[in-house]
Protein backbone atom coordinates (compact mmCIF):
# COMPACT_ATOMS: atom_id res chain seq x y z
CA UNK A 1 0.00 0.00 0.00
CA UNK A 2 1.65 3.39 -0.98
CA UNK A 3 2.22 6.50 1.08
CA UNK A 4 2.48 9.99 0.34
CA UNK A 5 4.43 11.91 2.80
CA UNK A 6 5.79 15.44 3.28
CA UNK A 7 7.69 14.74 0.38
CA UNK A 8 4.64 13.55 -1.53
CA UNK A 9 7.11 10.45 -1.94
CA UNK A 10 5.01 6.91 -2.71
CA UNK A 11 6.25 2.95 -1.41
CA UNK A 12 4.75 0.12 -0.33
CA UNK A 13 4.54 0.39 3.25
CA UNK A 14 3.90 -3.23 3.71
CA UNK A 15 1.40 -2.38 6.83
CA UNK A 16 -2.04 -1.38 5.84
CA UNK A 17 -3.55 1.10 8.04
CA UNK A 18 -7.56 0.59 7.62
CA UNK A 19 -8.94 3.59 9.03
CA UNK A 20 -8.90 6.89 10.59
CA UNK A 21 -11.26 9.55 12.06
CA UNK A 22 -12.05 12.72 10.82
CA UNK A 23 -12.14 15.60 13.51
CA UNK A 24 -14.47 18.48 12.36
CA UNK A 25 -13.86 21.83 14.49
CA UNK A 26 -17.34 23.04 13.05
CA UNK A 27 -18.58 20.00 14.68
CA UNK A 28 -17.33 20.77 18.07
CA UNK A 29 -15.94 17.19 17.91
CA UNK A 30 -13.76 15.67 20.44
CA UNK A 31 -13.68 12.25 22.69
CA UNK A 32 -12.84 11.98 25.92
CA UNK A 33 -11.68 8.89 28.89
CA UNK A 34 -10.66 9.29 32.42
CA UNK A 35 -7.86 7.26 33.32
CA UNK A 36 -7.37 6.06 36.93
CA UNK A 37 -3.88 6.98 39.03
CA UNK A 38 -1.05 5.76 36.55
CA UNK A 39 2.36 7.18 36.26
CA UNK A 40 2.54 10.38 35.54
CA UNK A 41 6.39 10.54 35.19
CA UNK A 42 6.92 8.09 32.09
CA UNK A 43 5.13 7.52 28.85
CA UNK A 44 5.00 7.91 25.57
CA UNK A 45 2.19 9.62 23.27
CA UNK A 46 2.25 8.14 19.22
CA UNK A 47 -0.24 9.58 16.62
CA UNK A 48 -1.07 9.86 12.87
CA UNK A 49 -1.73 13.56 11.76
CA UNK A 50 -2.94 14.68 8.27
CA UNK A 51 -4.19 18.34 9.04
CA UNK A 52 -7.16 20.19 7.33
CA UNK A 53 -7.42 23.76 8.91
CA UNK A 54 -5.05 25.57 9.51
CA UNK A 55 -3.59 27.68 12.40
CA UNK A 56 -4.98 26.83 16.19
CA UNK A 57 -5.80 22.95 16.33
CA UNK A 58 -5.68 21.60 19.72
CA UNK A 59 -4.41 17.91 19.81
CA UNK A 60 -5.41 17.05 23.52
CA UNK A 61 -6.41 19.00 26.20
CA UNK A 62 -6.09 18.11 29.76
CA UNK A 63 -7.92 19.54 32.94
CA UNK A 64 -9.98 22.10 30.56
CA UNK A 65 -7.84 25.26 31.22
CA UNK A 66 -7.29 25.25 34.56
CA UNK A 67 -4.57 24.60 36.61
CA UNK A 68 -2.42 22.78 36.57
CA UNK A 69 -3.00 21.88 32.58
CA UNK A 70 -1.81 20.10 29.58
CA UNK A 71 -2.21 20.95 26.15
CA UNK A 72 -0.33 19.62 22.64
CA UNK A 73 -1.73 22.06 19.96
CA UNK A 74 -0.72 23.33 16.24
CA UNK A 75 -0.58 27.05 17.07
CA UNK A 76 -1.96 29.92 15.08
CA UNK A 77 1.79 30.02 13.10
CA UNK A 78 0.79 26.00 12.20
CA UNK A 79 4.11 25.24 14.80
CA UNK A 80 3.74 22.29 17.27
CA UNK A 81 3.39 23.67 20.69
CA UNK A 82 3.37 20.83 24.05
CA UNK A 83 3.04 23.16 27.12
CA UNK A 84 2.58 20.85 31.00
CA UNK A 85 1.52 24.08 33.15
CA UNK A 86 1.46 23.92 37.04
CA UNK A 87 1.65 27.47 38.06
CA UNK A 88 4.83 28.28 35.48
CA UNK A 89 5.63 26.59 32.38
CA UNK A 90 6.85 23.28 33.64
CA UNK A 91 7.34 22.10 29.42
CA UNK A 92 7.13 24.56 26.89
CA UNK A 93 8.38 23.25 23.84
CA UNK A 94 7.43 25.27 20.64
CA UNK A 95 8.87 23.97 17.25
CA UNK A 96 10.63 26.25 14.86
CA UNK A 97 9.43 23.92 12.18
CA UNK A 98 5.88 24.72 10.74
CA UNK A 99 3.12 22.20 9.88
CA UNK A 100 1.38 23.37 6.90
CA UNK A 101 1.35 20.30 4.35
CA UNK A 102 -2.24 19.64 4.15
CA UNK A 103 -1.61 16.51 1.77
CA UNK A 104 0.68 14.98 3.87
CA UNK A 105 0.36 12.38 6.67
CA UNK A 106 2.64 13.39 9.72
CA UNK A 107 3.56 11.09 12.44
CA UNK A 108 4.16 12.16 15.73
CA UNK A 109 5.32 10.98 19.15
CA UNK A 110 5.95 12.59 22.50
CA UNK A 111 8.15 10.37 25.38
CA UNK A 112 8.46 11.49 28.28
CA UNK A 113 10.41 10.25 31.16
CA UNK A 114 10.64 13.14 33.48
CA UNK A 115 12.74 11.04 35.67
CA UNK A 116 15.87 11.75 33.63
CA UNK A 117 18.65 13.73 34.91
CA UNK A 118 19.29 15.46 31.86
CA UNK A 119 16.69 17.99 31.52
CA UNK A 120 16.41 17.74 27.16
CA UNK A 121 15.93 14.19 27.56
CA UNK A 122 12.81 14.73 30.05
CA UNK A 123 10.62 15.29 26.92
CA UNK A 124 11.47 13.72 23.53
CA UNK A 125 9.10 15.01 20.35
CA UNK A 126 9.74 13.17 17.35
CA UNK A 127 8.39 13.60 13.83
CA UNK A 128 8.18 11.48 10.93
CA UNK A 129 11.09 9.49 12.62
CA UNK A 130 13.40 12.28 13.39
CA UNK A 131 13.68 13.80 16.83
CA UNK A 132 13.13 17.63 16.78
CA UNK A 133 15.90 19.57 18.39
CA UNK A 134 15.80 22.76 16.98
CA UNK A 135 12.53 25.07 18.99
CA UNK A 136 11.49 28.75 19.22
CA UNK A 137 10.84 27.53 22.65
CA UNK A 138 12.45 25.13 24.75
CA UNK A 139 11.18 24.84 28.65
CA UNK A 140 11.95 20.82 30.64
CA UNK A 141 9.89 19.85 33.26
CA UNK A 142 11.85 19.93 36.27
CA UNK A 143 13.29 16.20 37.32
CA UNK A 144 10.84 13.63 38.96
CA UNK A 145 7.87 16.29 37.36
CA UNK A 146 4.00 14.81 37.87
CA UNK A 147 2.31 15.95 34.87
CA UNK A 148 -1.34 15.80 34.30
CA UNK A 149 -1.35 12.37 31.87
CA UNK A 150 -2.63 9.74 34.22
CA UNK A 151 -4.21 11.65 37.03
CA UNK A 152 -7.22 10.34 37.19
CA UNK A 153 -8.65 13.62 35.32
CA UNK A 154 -10.20 13.96 31.48
CA UNK A 155 -8.30 13.31 28.69
CA UNK A 156 -9.80 15.39 25.98
CA UNK A 157 -8.69 13.76 22.29
CA UNK A 158 -9.02 16.95 19.96
CA UNK A 159 -10.13 19.49 22.21
CA UNK A 160 -8.56 22.11 25.13
CA UNK A 161 -11.42 23.60 26.88
CA UNK A 162 -14.06 25.55 24.10
CA UNK A 163 -11.16 24.94 20.78
CA UNK A 164 -11.43 22.38 19.08
CA UNK A 165 -8.93 20.82 16.24
CA UNK A 166 -9.90 19.95 12.59
CA UNK A 167 -7.94 16.89 11.03
CA UNK A 168 -7.76 13.63 10.22
CA UNK A 169 -6.35 10.85 13.09
CA UNK A 170 -4.72 7.30 12.97
CA UNK A 171 -3.51 5.19 15.24
CA UNK A 172 -3.43 7.06 18.29
CA UNK A 173 -1.60 5.09 20.99
CA UNK A 174 -0.42 5.77 24.36
CA UNK A 175 2.19 3.25 26.68
CA UNK A 176 2.07 3.68 30.05
CA UNK A 177 5.72 3.00 31.64
CA UNK A 178 7.62 3.66 28.59
CA UNK A 179 10.32 6.10 27.21
CA UNK A 180 9.84 4.86 23.36
CA UNK A 181 11.75 5.72 20.71
CA UNK A 182 9.62 6.21 17.13
CA UNK A 183 10.73 2.81 16.10
CA UNK A 184 8.26 1.14 18.48
CA UNK A 185 5.28 2.83 16.31
CA UNK A 186 6.56 3.25 12.22
CA UNK A 187 10.30 2.44 10.41
CA UNK A 188 12.43 3.77 8.07
CA UNK A 189 11.57 1.75 4.54
CA UNK A 190 14.85 -0.04 3.59
CA UNK A 191 14.49 1.00 -0.54
CA UNK A 192 13.91 4.51 -0.04
CA UNK A 193 14.78 5.32 3.66
CA UNK A 194 13.32 8.90 3.20
CA UNK A 195 10.20 7.88 3.85
CA UNK A 196 8.69 6.79 6.87
CA UNK A 197 6.04 4.36 7.34
CA UNK A 198 4.01 2.66 10.12
CA UNK A 199 4.26 -0.65 11.91
CA UNK A 200 2.00 -2.82 13.83
CA UNK A 201 1.61 -1.65 16.97
CA UNK A 202 -0.94 -3.95 17.96
CA UNK A 203 1.61 -6.13 20.08
CA UNK A 204 3.09 -3.63 22.10
CA UNK A 205 2.48 -3.82 26.13
CA UNK A 206 0.61 -0.86 26.99
CA UNK A 207 0.19 -1.24 30.58
CA UNK A 208 -2.50 -0.23 32.92
CA UNK A 209 -3.64 3.19 31.27
CA UNK A 210 -2.39 3.30 28.07
CA UNK A 211 -4.62 3.21 25.36
CA UNK A 212 -4.82 2.17 21.57
CA UNK A 213 -7.39 3.44 19.22
CA UNK A 214 -7.89 1.97 15.32
CA UNK A 215 -11.01 4.44 14.58
CA UNK A 216 -12.15 0.75 12.77
CA UNK A 217 -15.51 0.60 14.56
CA UNK A 218 -17.77 3.24 12.98
CA UNK A 219 -20.02 2.40 15.53
CA UNK A 220 -17.53 3.00 18.53
CA UNK A 221 -14.79 5.35 17.08
CA UNK A 222 -13.37 5.71 20.67
CA UNK A 223 -13.24 1.66 21.31
CA UNK A 224 -9.67 1.09 22.99
CA UNK A 225 -8.26 -1.97 21.40
CA UNK A 226 -5.06 -2.15 23.62
CA UNK A 227 -7.11 -5.17 25.82
CA UNK A 228 -7.14 -2.78 28.44
CA UNK A 229 -10.37 -1.70 28.19
CA UNK A 230 -9.89 2.38 27.92
CA UNK A 231 -12.46 2.92 25.97
CA UNK A 232 -12.72 6.57 24.93
CA UNK A 233 -16.35 8.61 24.55
CA UNK A 234 -16.95 10.19 21.46
CA UNK A 235 -18.72 13.67 20.97
CA UNK A 236 -20.22 14.68 17.98
CA UNK A 237 -19.12 12.08 16.09
CA UNK A 238 -21.11 10.39 12.77
CA UNK A 239 -20.64 6.94 11.21
CA UNK A 240 -19.54 9.23 8.57
CA UNK A 241 -16.60 10.71 10.28
CA UNK A 242 -14.51 7.38 10.08
CA UNK A 243 -12.77 7.55 7.05
CA UNK A 244 -10.51 5.22 4.48
CA UNK A 245 -7.90 8.52 4.13
CA UNK A 246 -5.10 7.17 6.04
CA UNK A 247 -0.70 7.22 6.63
CA UNK A 248 -0.81 4.51 4.26
CA UNK A 249 -3.83 4.83 1.37
CA UNK A 250 -3.48 8.80 1.29
CA UNK A 251 -6.53 10.43 -0.57
CA UNK A 252 -6.79 13.83 -2.08
CA UNK A 253 -8.74 16.29 -0.13
CA UNK A 254 -9.02 20.22 -0.75
CA UNK A 255 -6.04 22.84 -0.53
CA UNK A 256 -6.70 25.96 1.80
CA UNK A 257 -3.65 27.25 0.84
CA UNK A 258 -4.96 27.67 -2.75
CA UNK A 259 -7.85 29.36 -1.98
CA UNK A 260 -8.36 32.05 -5.01
CA UNK A 261 -9.86 35.29 -2.80
CA UNK A 262 -9.58 33.50 0.53
CA UNK A 263 -13.43 33.12 -0.52
CA UNK A 264 -13.87 29.47 -0.01
CA UNK A 265 -15.02 28.13 3.27
CA UNK A 266 -13.73 24.79 4.12
CA UNK A 267 -14.61 21.72 6.22
CA UNK A 268 -15.21 17.85 7.02
CA UNK A 269 -11.73 17.23 6.49
CA UNK A 270 -11.27 20.03 3.78
CA UNK A 271 -14.01 17.68 1.44
CA UNK A 272 -17.04 20.09 2.04
CA UNK A 273 -16.56 23.69 -0.07
CA UNK A 274 -18.85 26.71 0.54
CA UNK A 275 -18.06 29.06 -1.56
CA UNK A 276 -18.23 33.21 -0.69
CA UNK A 277 -21.34 35.43 -1.65
CA UNK A 278 -18.87 38.36 -2.09
CA UNK A 279 -16.87 37.68 -4.93
CA UNK A 280 -15.97 34.58 -7.53
CA UNK A 281 -14.66 31.74 -6.03
CA UNK A 282 -12.03 29.18 -7.60
CA UNK A 283 -10.10 26.31 -5.46
CA UNK A 284 -8.19 23.18 -6.19
CA UNK A 285 -7.28 19.68 -4.42
CA UNK A 286 -3.93 18.64 -3.54
CA UNK A 287 -2.73 16.12 -5.82
CA UNK A 288 -1.57 17.47 -9.16
CA UNK A 289 -2.43 14.49 -11.82
CA UNK A 290 -0.06 14.40 -14.67
CA UNK A 291 -1.28 11.04 -16.33
CA UNK A 292 -3.88 8.21 -15.99
CA UNK A 293 -7.76 8.10 -15.86
CA UNK A 294 -9.12 9.72 -13.19
CA UNK A 295 -13.00 9.64 -11.28
CA UNK A 296 -14.42 11.79 -8.34
CA UNK A 297 -17.81 12.66 -7.55
CA UNK A 298 -19.94 15.88 -5.74
CA UNK A 299 -23.23 15.74 -3.58
CA UNK A 300 -25.06 19.29 -4.34
CA UNK A 301 -25.68 21.36 -1.17
CA UNK A 302 -27.68 24.22 -2.46
CA UNK A 303 -30.41 25.19 -5.23
CA UNK A 304 -28.84 28.50 -6.38
CA UNK A 305 -27.57 27.21 -9.56
CA UNK A 306 -24.15 28.97 -9.16
CA UNK A 307 -21.86 25.92 -8.45
CA UNK A 308 -18.99 25.24 -10.80
CA UNK A 309 -17.56 21.71 -10.72
CA UNK A 310 -14.46 20.83 -12.94
CA UNK A 311 -10.34 20.50 -13.29
CA UNK A 312 -8.13 23.23 -13.75
CA UNK A 313 -4.75 22.86 -15.13
CA UNK A 314 -2.94 25.51 -12.68
CA UNK A 315 -2.99 25.87 -9.04
CA UNK A 316 -4.08 29.70 -8.82
CA UNK A 317 -6.10 29.32 -12.15
CA UNK A 318 -7.21 33.12 -12.14
CA UNK A 319 -3.54 34.36 -12.99
CA UNK A 320 -4.56 37.60 -13.89
CA UNK A 321 -6.04 38.45 -10.76
CA UNK A 322 -9.46 39.08 -11.71
CA UNK A 323 -12.22 39.10 -9.58
CA UNK A 324 -15.01 38.79 -12.01
CA UNK A 325 -13.68 35.32 -13.49
CA UNK A 326 -15.99 32.67 -12.84
CA UNK A 327 -14.29 28.78 -12.39
CA UNK A 328 -13.92 27.86 -16.21
CA UNK A 329 -13.31 31.31 -17.50
CA UNK A 330 -9.89 30.57 -17.31
CA UNK A 331 -7.12 28.78 -20.40
CA UNK A 332 -6.69 26.18 -17.76
CA UNK A 333 -9.85 25.53 -16.72
CA UNK A 334 -13.31 23.06 -17.69
CA UNK A 335 -16.23 23.16 -15.49
CA UNK A 336 -20.09 21.91 -15.22
CA UNK A 337 -22.22 24.24 -14.34
CA UNK A 338 -25.03 24.11 -11.91
CA UNK A 339 -27.10 25.55 -15.18
CA UNK A 340 -25.86 22.56 -17.35
CA UNK A 341 -23.24 24.52 -19.48
CA UNK A 342 -19.82 23.13 -20.12
CA UNK A 343 -17.34 26.43 -19.26
CA UNK A 344 -13.83 26.67 -20.17
CA UNK A 345 -12.01 29.64 -21.15
CA UNK A 346 -14.11 32.18 -21.32
CA UNK A 347 -16.70 30.69 -23.40
CA UNK A 348 -19.99 28.40 -22.34
CA UNK A 349 -21.32 25.23 -24.52
CA UNK A 350 -25.12 25.99 -23.79
CA UNK A 351 -27.27 23.16 -23.28
CA UNK A 352 -24.33 20.60 -22.73
CA UNK A 353 -25.89 18.62 -19.98
CA UNK A 354 -29.09 18.76 -17.60
CA UNK A 355 -29.17 21.25 -14.79
CA UNK A 356 -28.37 20.24 -11.43
CA UNK A 357 -29.82 21.00 -7.86
CA UNK A 358 -29.80 19.98 -4.07
CA UNK A 359 -29.45 16.67 -3.33
CA UNK A 360 -27.94 15.76 -6.81
CA UNK A 361 -25.02 13.86 -7.11
CA UNK A 362 -22.47 15.08 -10.38
CA UNK A 363 -19.90 12.59 -11.39
CA UNK A 364 -16.49 13.62 -13.25
CA UNK A 365 -14.06 11.31 -15.19
CA UNK A 366 -11.14 12.29 -17.23
CA UNK A 367 -8.90 10.58 -18.79
CA UNK A 368 -5.13 12.31 -19.34
CA UNK A 369 -3.77 9.69 -21.67
CA UNK A 370 -6.90 10.86 -24.09
CA UNK A 371 -7.32 14.30 -22.75
CA UNK A 372 -11.03 13.49 -22.22
CA UNK A 373 -13.67 14.77 -19.80
CA UNK A 374 -16.56 13.32 -19.05
CA UNK A 375 -19.37 14.62 -16.78
CA UNK A 376 -22.19 12.57 -15.04
CA UNK A 377 -25.63 13.62 -13.02
CA UNK A 378 -26.86 10.90 -10.66
CA UNK A 379 -25.20 8.14 -12.45
CA UNK A 380 -26.04 9.52 -16.39
CA UNK A 381 -23.91 10.55 -18.52
CA UNK A 382 -24.09 13.65 -20.17
CA UNK A 383 -23.62 15.36 -23.38
CA UNK A 384 -24.82 11.86 -25.13
CA UNK A 385 -21.88 10.48 -23.69
CA UNK A 386 -19.27 12.55 -26.01
CA UNK A 387 -15.91 13.44 -24.73
CA UNK A 388 -14.68 16.83 -23.76
CA UNK A 389 -12.04 17.47 -25.27
CA UNK A 390 -9.16 18.97 -23.12
CA UNK A 391 -5.81 20.62 -22.75
CA UNK A 392 -2.95 18.11 -22.96
CA UNK A 393 -1.73 18.00 -19.17
CA UNK A 394 1.81 18.74 -20.39
CA UNK A 395 0.85 21.84 -22.07
CA UNK A 396 -1.15 23.42 -18.90
CA UNK A 397 0.25 25.94 -16.19
CA UNK A 398 1.12 22.94 -13.55
CA UNK A 399 1.90 20.05 -16.02
CA UNK A 400 -1.32 18.38 -15.00
CA UNK A 401 -4.86 18.78 -13.48
CA UNK A 402 -6.42 19.20 -10.07
CA UNK A 403 -9.58 18.84 -9.18
CA UNK A 404 -11.93 22.30 -8.94
CA UNK A 405 -14.48 23.50 -7.47
CA UNK A 406 -16.18 27.39 -7.64
CA UNK A 407 -19.09 29.33 -8.83
CA UNK A 408 -19.74 31.60 -11.44
CA UNK A 409 -21.78 34.30 -9.50
CA UNK A 410 -20.99 36.62 -6.54
CA UNK A 411 -24.44 37.27 -5.29
CA UNK A 412 -25.10 33.62 -3.63
CA UNK A 413 -22.97 31.26 -2.09
CA UNK A 414 -22.73 27.39 -3.72
CA UNK A 415 -21.92 24.62 -1.44
CA UNK A 416 -20.55 20.90 -2.29
CA UNK A 417 -18.91 17.91 -0.61
CA UNK A 418 -16.06 16.10 -2.65
CA UNK A 419 -16.13 12.32 -2.75
CA UNK A 420 -12.12 11.31 -4.25
CA UNK A 421 -13.62 7.75 -2.58
CA UNK A 422 -13.52 8.66 0.95
CA UNK A 423 -16.82 10.71 1.40
CA UNK A 424 -18.17 12.96 3.73
CA UNK A 425 -21.49 12.11 3.08
CA UNK A 426 -23.71 8.64 2.94
CA UNK A 427 -22.97 6.71 0.73
CA UNK A 428 -26.71 4.52 -0.21
CA UNK A 429 -25.00 1.90 -2.65
CA UNK A 430 -21.58 1.91 -2.62
CA UNK A 431 -19.37 1.46 -5.58
CA UNK A 432 -15.64 0.93 -6.19
CA UNK A 433 -13.17 1.51 -8.96
CA UNK A 434 -11.66 -1.50 -10.37
CA UNK A 435 -8.80 -1.79 -8.27
CA UNK A 436 -11.50 -2.03 -4.79
CA UNK A 437 -10.88 1.56 -3.75
CA UNK A 438 -13.37 3.98 -2.77
CA UNK A 439 -16.70 4.42 -2.17
CA UNK A 440 -19.49 5.91 -4.40
CA UNK A 441 -23.10 6.43 -5.00
CA UNK A 442 -22.48 5.49 -8.64
CA UNK A 443 -19.83 3.05 -10.44
CA UNK A 444 -16.71 4.89 -11.79
CA UNK A 445 -16.57 5.05 -15.75
CA UNK A 446 -14.60 2.08 -16.58
CA UNK A 447 -11.05 2.08 -16.56
CA UNK A 448 -10.85 4.90 -14.28
CA UNK A 449 -10.13 5.38 -10.73
CA UNK A 450 -10.27 6.77 -7.43
CA UNK A 451 -8.18 8.91 -6.73
CA UNK A 452 -5.95 8.26 -4.08
CA UNK A 453 -1.82 7.55 -3.42
CA UNK A 454 -2.27 3.66 -4.42
CA UNK A 455 -3.70 4.39 -7.18
CA UNK A 456 -1.69 7.17 -8.09
CA UNK A 457 1.38 5.33 -7.59
CA UNK A 458 0.22 2.71 -10.13
CA UNK A 459 -1.23 4.77 -13.02
CA UNK A 460 0.21 8.40 -12.44
Known amino acids: MPLILGTNSIKDTGYDVAN?????????????????????????ISMWVKRAKLGEAYLW????????????????????YIN????????????????????????????????????????????????????ATETYPAQNFDTEWNNGVQQ?????????????LAEVCMVEDSQLAPTSFGEF???????????DVSGLTFNTEGFYLDFEDSGDLGDDESGNGNDFTEVNFAATDQTTDTCTLNYSTFN?????????TFSEGNLKIVTSSSLYCTNTSTFNLTKGK?????????????????????????????STLAFGDSSNEYSYTATGELRH?????????????????IGCAFDLDNNELFFYKNGTIQNSGSAYSITDPTSTLSGGYFVGAGDFASDNTSTMEYNFGSPSYSISSGNTDANGYGNFEHAPKSGHYAINSANLAEFG
Open 189 to 199: DEDSPQIWKPK
Open 84 to 135: DYDGGEDTQLITNQVFRDVAAWYHIVIAYDTTQSTAANRVKLYVNGTRVTSF
Open 156 to 168: DLGKFSTSYGDYY
Open 256 to 264: PLDNTYGQG
Open 61 to 80: GINNGTNPYTQIVFDANDKL
Open 294 to 322: WHFEVKVGDSNQKNCIGIAGATTPHVSGD
Open 20 to 44: SCRFNDDDSAYMHFTPGSGNRRTFT
Open 345 to 361: SGSSTGSWGSSFTNGDI
